[in-house]
């Protein structure tokens, strides 16, 4: 049977932004798949020139809200790395523990309100049935999940989206002592959720294999802010030299650009993490999983979900163990000597490698920049598998299960176009 | 429930986001943490896409609107919002005021001349607009991001309007 049509998803639901997708088969091929960003574009990259560097974190926080205050880090780790500022050792334990508030909330945001409805074969995570125990459970466990990592972002950046008090240079808010200790309470209370959770994801049989190359920061510790980038092909790249390795490539249907490494796609991720570095998780998080994490490394995009659960746990352990252990003092931030200079940071945020430039003149103002976000790293990933994934389902499968599988694979990549459209200087061809 | 009691019809709620960074949506999502079961009861989300697929656009009893408008579609799409319902509320600083969403306005002629192109390239309007400039706004809940609570407060407010 020859099928020749064409499919157009113009709005994708449960993913953090507006996109689309346009797939054309013809004779049982496909030919061609679009990614679209469909968001339109608010020129971040343009609107950062001329504005004193001290605002610059809070202003491209608001490139995304989900993402905020890993935008927040990455630029005040590009604006240290431009100023030579070397932050405290109780800064980064700050840092490290913003980032575990974010990525336990919107982890959870992605796993309970984007993906568990494909599983249930449900519309909403609202539309769940109250009668139901594993459903009813999953229900109170999604809600407190998320509003424990809430609180972790609250006491300790300011506020759950962008985070009043990490500056460049240290914090200029710090988290009382009875706020820890509610924390360590709201964390330890979920672990068994989060136990849960890993086993929905662990007994899940969505599968899509194939062979990408991998890409993430990789520090001795599991974590998010620290490390070289490495590859699925074992090298390691100086942070500072990210613009040397992964080509940018214009897509004149899209809002956004998107990335290559060495002329092919690669995949940014809680997976490629997990791939590289399930072997850095601490003691405790290995302990609870078991053989879970013999998945890994793996091939499977839909493990990308598996591995966001098991990150959650990381998050919440790592948190604990940090909030029982270490005194948290006020404390200045570190002053800046101005200079002109170009500074790059790059940071693991909740969906992948996350990477600002910016360019300081002597008195402190912003000449320019660049952001590079994940979602436009996995951009001809998520092409590519759609292609190869409804390839898979032809000619047999009706096109109302292809528009399914197709959202349930572009889920799994959890892309975020509020992030993919801010602005980048671009040539057209 | 008991036969012959009267069930109370659910609020039907819309949330809808133009150009943004969806940051209100988060803060209305978290705040859903403490308040789900409760709103499970009171409201039906009839267009959410943060929660759903399959989105209703239509007699939303009220339409919560986050973002600027940078487009003749967005316009087109807000006045059906606003056709379709009984109160309209413009959540944080890009619907209220048009900013960040929209800083190209107050861009310079060169900035201005760098990002030509990609304007015309994608039909955007050749200045941002804040909701209230497209269609009548009953209530505004500002910040970026609004707060949790100013949220929750004008959520009572326009439920206890339309319950009488």
């Known amino acids: 049977m020859h099928r020749d049509f064409d499919l157009n998803l113009t709005h994708l639901t449960k993913i953090e932004g507006a996109a689309s997708v346009e797939l054309r088969v013809r004779n049982n091929k496909v030919e061609h798949v679009y990614f679209k960003t469909t968001e339109y574009k608010r020129f971040f990259t343009q609107g950062m020139i001329g504005k004193p560097y001290v605002v610059l974190p809070q202003y491209l926080a608001r490139i995304c809200g989900t993402c905020s205050n890993a935008h927040i880090l990455c630029s005040i780790k590009a604006c240290e790395n431009a100023l030579d500022i070397i932050p405290s050792e109780q800064t980064m334990v700050l840092r490290d523990l913003v980032m575990d508030g974010m990525i336990i909330r919107d982890h959870a945001l992605h796993l309970y309100l984007f993906v568990l409805p494909d599983l249930f074969s449900k519309d909403s995570f609202l539309d769940f049935d109250d009668s139901d125990h594993l459903q009813h459970q999953l229900l109170h466990d999604g809600f407190d999940i998320k509003a424990a990592g809430s609180y972790l972002s609250e006491i300790v950046a300011g506020r759950i989206v962008h985070g009043v008090f990490p500056v460049i240079g240290g914090f200029v808010g710090f988290p009382k002592k009875q706020e820890i200790k509610q924390a360590i309470l709201k964390l330890e209370k979920i672990r068994p959720a989060v136990l849960r959770l890993i086993k929905v994801f662990e007994d899940c049989d969505f599968k899509f294999d194939r062979q990408t190359n991998f890409v993430a920061l990789t520090p001795s510790e599991y974590g998010f802010l620290r490390g070289k980038i490495l590859t699925g092909k074992g090298r390691y790249i100086e942070e500072k030299n990210f613009r040397d390795y992964f080509e940018k490539t214009i897509l004149p249907y899209s809002q956004a650009a998107a990335f290559k490494h060495e002329g092919s796609p690669y995949l940014v991720g809680a997976l490629a993490r997990m791939n590289f570095a399930k072997d850095n998780l601490g003691p405790e998080t290995k302990k609870s999983l078991g053989k879970t994490l013999s998945s890994f490394p793996s091939t499977n995009v839909f493990y990308n979900n598996l591995a966001q659960a098991i990150e959650i746990l990381h998050c919440l352990d790592h948190a604990v163990n940090v909030l029982k252990t270490v005194k948290i003092a006020d404390e200045k931030p570190v002053d800046a000597k101005l200079k002109q200079s170009t500074g790059i940071g790059i940071i693991e945020a909740p969906r992948g490698t996350l990477y600002h430039e910016v360019i300081l003149g002597n008195q402190g103002k912003v000449l320019g920049g660049e952001v590079v976000v994940p979602t436009q790293q996995n951009q001809l990933s998520i092409e590519r598998d759609i292609a190869a994934l409804v390839e898979t389902f032809l000619p047999q499968a009706s096109q109302e299960k292809i528009l399914f599988e197709m959202e349930k694979l572009v889920r799994a990549y959890d892309p975020c176009m509020s992030c993919a459209a801010h602005f980048l200087k671009v040539k057209w061809l | ?164």
């Open chain 2, 1 to 164: 429930m008991r036969t012959g009691q009267k069930t109370k019809k659910k609020i039907k709620i819309g949330w809808f986001v133009f150009s943004c960074s969806g940051d209100n949506t988060i803060i209305m999502v978290e705040t859903m943490n403490e308040y789900w079961q409760k709103w499970r009861k009171t409201y039906d989300f009839k267009y959410a896409r943060v929660f759903r697929n399959n989105n209703i656009l239509k007699d939303i009893d009220i339409a919560f609107v986050e973002g600027a408008i940078a487009s003749e579609r967005h316009k087109a799409r807000l006045e059906l919002i606003r056709k379709e319902s009984k109160k309209l509320v413009a959540v944080g600083s890009c619907a209220i005021t048009g900013l960040p969403a929209g800083q190209r306005n107050s861009f310079s002629l060169e900035q201005q001349e760098t990002i030509d192109f990609l304007l015309k390239r994608f039909a955007a309007l050749p200045r941002v607009l804040r909701v209230s400039d497209v269609v009548k706004v009953d209530e505004i809940i500002p910040g970026c991001p609004m707060k949790s609570e100013d949220f929750v407060k004008v959520l009572n407010k326009l439920t206890s309007q339309l319950d009488a």
